[in-house]
């Protein structure tokens, strides 16, 4: 039987981490390192391996993920595994996401334990995700399952998928959704199906989103009392801090402090303002609360209403809107098909 061919993208991260002199953990493994660890990974697929970068998933930019989103699109595969850091994987593979149109499985993977640890889990998780690659299931359901991540043999869909603890092994999870996939034993056991319709109506908006340049876009995470100051230099000083949108972690189904809520009004005729639930996903409410802290004000004055994505999701999906110069009536549009 032929084996499925396997290209493995090495960006760094943990998993390809190993000990200086001093005993402290630092990037350098590449891509066939990667696949030297695991020689059980010769028996499933005809792997190639590339390293892309060696850096740490914090320090990676939009344009990097833009590049290797290209460099994914114009491989000749079967399965592509992307090994990276865990502290932006539910950035990156959500951009990775909207930006591929490929019919193979597309996969995340990366470690919490680095190499220098009894039990690292790097490894398992490669072997993991090429075995997911290979799968019958996932093959034949690639475009409907959408780029997918990998982790401690559990399989996410890129629109759910959050780390959701620091340092924990199992660090990631699907909240809202649950994952898509269990590895037991040798088996892939499939479980669900992502909703892709969001995704198929933000693609079909967002067009050729790279080949804009990058846009800054502000992260706010409103909290108890927030008093405003960022949002009035926001305001005030827009054409010199750069941001071109702006994200609002906001309280409960999209609510603001009142005492803030002419700022916020304020801004989002400004610049592109999306309102996120700061729960970390879920479905905002649209029409149940008056005020002018609420979210039926707040859609009137303007914001853009995030729908069930975690901030950090809306925000790369903001920068690839704004990237792709959609107006703000097609973002919103692109933000109302998450719910
Ligand atoms: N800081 C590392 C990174 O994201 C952490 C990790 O890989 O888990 O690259």
């Known amino acids: 039987m032929t084996r499925p061919r396997i290209a493995i993208l090495a960006m760094g991260g943990t998993i390809a981490t190993r000990p200086d002199a001093s005993g402290v953990m630092q990037m350098g493994l590449g891509a066939d ?15 190639s391996a590339e390293t892309v970068s060696r850096v740490g998933s914090h320090s990676l930019s939009f344009d990097q993920i833009h590049a290797l989103a290209a460099r994914i699109g114009a491989l000749d595969a079967d399965g592509v595994i992307v090994t990276q850091g865990t502290d932006t994987l539910e950035e990156t593979a959500f951009l990775l996401d909207l930006l591929l149109d490929r019919d193979i499985p597309v996969i ?6 680095n190499p220098a640890l009894t039990s690292p889990d790097g490894p398992g998780n490669l072997l993991a995700a090429v075995r997911v690659a290979c799968d019958p299931w996932v093959r034949a359901h690639a475009a409907a399952l959408g780029v997918m991540a990998v982790m401690l043999d559990e399989v996410y869909a890129a629109s759910d998928v959050l780390k959701a603890h620091p340092t924990r092994l199992n660090a990631f999870a699907a909240p809202q959704t649950g994952p898509l996939a269990a590895l037991v034993e040798d088996r892939v056991v499939p479980l669900s199906l992502p909703v892709r319709e969001p995704m198929t109506r933000a693609r079909a908006r967002l067009g050729a989103a790279g080949r804009g340049k990058a846009q800054p876009v502000a992260l706010l995470w409103l909290g108890l009392d927030e008093p405003g100051h960022l949002l009035e230099a926001l305001i005030g000083q827009a054409d010199r801090l750069g941001y071109r949108g702006v994200v609002l972690g906001a309280m409960g189904g999209g609510h603001v402090p009142e005492r ?3 700022l916020v009004t304020r801004l989002a005729g400004l610049l592109p303002t999306v309102v996120s639930p700061r729960a970390g996903g879920g479905p905002l409410l649209r029409q149940t609360y008056g005020g002018p802290a609420a979210e039926i004000a707040l859609r009137a004055a303007g914001l853009i209403w995030g729908g069930r994505l975690h901030p950090l999701k809306a925000r790369v999906l903001l920068e690839t809107c704004l990237r792709a110069g959609l107006g703000r009536d097609a973002m919103a549009e692109v933000f109302d098909a998450f719910g």
């Open 33 to 47: 390192d990667l696949v030297a660890a695991v020689p059980a990974l010769a028996a499933l697929a005809e792997i």
């Open 108 to 113: 995340v993977t990366a470690a919490m334990r």
């Open 260 to 262: 803030i809520a002419p």
